[in-house]
């Protein structure tokens, strides 16, 4: 009996280490609420959609809340014309490990657009440029020939 009962105490632990271990493996879902939802629709918002868009849904586009929407597509738009503005400069590029990798930052304290770089932190959702490119950029959003907000 104490054999049988170590080997389902066993087969317990083994259960409960695989159960840890396909909980590990699971790729994060997006949450969707149908008719309590706001949809993401390239420039604007759609409230309350009662579709379901498994595309939509893989790419995150659907929020709660109305802030939560809105947040989301200034974000989108600002980055959007940054990253136009910075190819449209053709001084797009990918981080580069150990290499200066520019991007641009709304310094709050002075008001005022500035570049930066980094070697070996590639923030998400940032948008890589060459130095030339960072500077011009930060001249035009300083003098309001390019705006970041539509």
């Avoid at 066993?10 to 280490?17: A, F, G, I, Y």
């Avoid at 136009?84 to 981080?95: C, I, M, N, P, Y």
């Avoid at 930066?116 to 001249?139: D, F, P, R, S």
Wanted: hydrophobic letters at 35%.
């Amino acid at each position: 009996m104490n054999k049988l009962q170590n080997q389902i105490d066993e087969m317990k632990v083994k259960l409960s280490e695989m159960e840890a271990e396909l909980a590990k493996s699971e790729e994060f879902k997006f949450e969707y609420a149908q008719d309590s939802t706001y949809v993401l629709l390239g420039t604007t918002i759609a409230d309350g959609w009662n579709g379901v868009d498994q595309s939509r849904i893989k790419h995150g586009c659907y929020r709660k809340t109305a802030i939560g929407a809105t947040q989301a597509l200034k974000l989108n738009m600002q980055m959007n014309r940054l990253h136009a503005a910075a190819e449209q400069l053709s001084g797009l590029k990918e981080f580069e490990l150990n290499r200066n990798n520019y991007y641009v930052y709304f310094d709050e304290t002075n008001r005022r657009y500035m570049w930066n770089n980094y070697q070996e932190m590639n923030q998400i959702g940032t948008v890589w440029m060459t130095n030339t490119c960072a500077k011009e950029l930060c001249e035009l959003l300083n003098s309001g020939k390019l705006k970041l907000e539509v």
